[in-house]
C-alpha cells in the first residue's frame, strides 16, 4: 500500500486532512472519525485484509493522537482533551471492523469528565470494551491507554448508547 494513495483517496477527504480542526471552537465535544463514508473504507480493503483493518485504523488514530498532542503545545492550547473513542458497534457487527474517533473535548468543559466515566464503570468488561482492548493489544498499544465505558439506555431510540474510549496516559510525568 502506497502512503500516498492512501492519503489521496481517504484522508485528504476527511475533516482531519487539516488538523487545525482539532483546535476548533467547540461548544462542548466533537467526535471526528478516521472514515467518515463507508465507501471509502472500502478502499482500504482492496489493500489490508479485512482482519487487520481495525488495527491499521487504531494505528493512524495513534499517529493523529500524537500530532495534535505534539501542535497543542505549539499551539498553547494544552487545555484540551483528546481521547480515542469508539461510538458506533454497528460497523463492528456487521463488517468486523471498528471504527475510532478522535474525541475533542475542551478542559475549560471537560472538567471531571474521566472522573465520571470512571464513577460509572462496571465491574466486568463488556463485550465492546474487550474487543477494543484485543486490538489495542494487536497494535501493542494497550498499555499505554486507560479504556473507559459510557453506557446508557436512550428511551427515544429504545437502543443502549456505547462509547469506548482509549484515553492516552500520561507518561514519563
Do not use: W
Not at 45 to 50: A, D, G, L, M, R
Amino acid at each position: 500500500m502506497k502512503l500516498t494513495k492512501l492519503f489521496r483517496k481517504i484522508i485528504s477527504k476527511e475533516p482531519y486532512n487539516d488538523l487545525s480542526v482539532f483546535f476548533s471552537d467547540f461548544e462542548s465535544f466533537e467526535e471526528i472519525p478516521l472514515i467518515s463514508r463507508r465507501h471509502r473504507l472500502k478502499l482500504l480493503t482492496k489493500s489490508i485484509e479485512n482482519d487487520n483493518i481495525s488495527e491499521f485504523l487504531i494505528g493512524l488514530s495513534f499517529f493523529l493522537m500524537t500530532s495534535i498532542r505534539m501542535l497543542s503545545v505549539t499551539k498553547k492550547s494544552k487545555d484540551i482533551f483528546f481521547a480515542v473513542s469508539f461510538p458506533d458497534f454497528d460497523l463492528f457487527a456487521e463488517q468486523g471492523v471498528l471504527m475510532p474517533h478522535i474525541f475533542v473535548y475542551l478542559a475549560a468543559v471537560s472538567n471531571g469528565f474521566v472522573e465520571k466515566i470512571k464513577a460509572k464503570q462496571r465491574t466486568e468488561s463488556s463485550r465492546e470494551m474487550n474487543e477494543v482492548k484485543r486490538h489495542f493489544a494487536r497494535c501493542n498499544l494497550e498499555s499505554i491507554f486507560e479504556f473507559y465505558e459510557s453506557r446508557f439506555h436512550d428511551s427515544a431510540s429504545g437502543e443502549d448508547i456505547i462509547r469506548i474510549y482509549a484515553v492516552p496516559k500520561k507518561l514519563g510525568v
